[in-house]
């Protein structure tokens, strides 16, 4: 098992930052991979980024390519989303999600095998 714990949701203007943690626990060296995952009411759960426990790559959903940067601490344990240049369409529960195996596209929510509880992030205009 791998338990993750979001934190750094909460409200900001538009073209504000916030800054997300995802702290993992358990059993870690398990992790393929990390997500950030995001969900409006009323939509969908969306990709918002990746990175790669192992080597450190990342990948970014097109609509926060170049604002948000995905990063990592190996020895805390803890995924970071730097978001910067918020927009209100960017408002949303962000979860962070952990990946056991290679299989699937990192960008499908299903391929995913633990997931944390949750941050709000508003978004004032």
């Known amino acids: 098992q791998v338990q993750l714990v979001e934190s750094g949701g909460g409200l900001v203007q538009a073209g504000g930052s916030l800054r997300l943690s995802c702290a993992a626990s358990?059993?870690?060296?398990?992790?393929?991979?990390l997500g950030w995952f995001r969900q409006a009411p009323g939509k969908d759960r969306e990709f918002v980024s990746v990175?790669?426990?192992?080597?450190?790559?990342?990948g970014y959903a097109d609509s926060v390519k170049g604002r948000f940067t995905i990063s990592r601490d190996s020895a805390k344990k803890t995924v970071y989303l730097e978001m910067n240049s918020l927009k209100p369409e960017d408002a949303a529960v962000y979860y962070c999600?952990?990946?056991?195996?290679?299989?699937?596209?990192?960008?499908?929510?299903?391929?995913?095998?633990?997931w944390g509880q949750g941050t709000q992030v508003t978004v004032s205009s």
């Open positions: 990175i790669y426990w192992s080597g450190g790559s990342t």
């Open positions: 358990g059993r870690t060296f398990s992790m393929y991979a």
């Open positions: 999600a952990a990946k056991t195996r290679s299989y699937g596209t990192e960008r499908n929510s299903q391929t995913y095998d633990y």
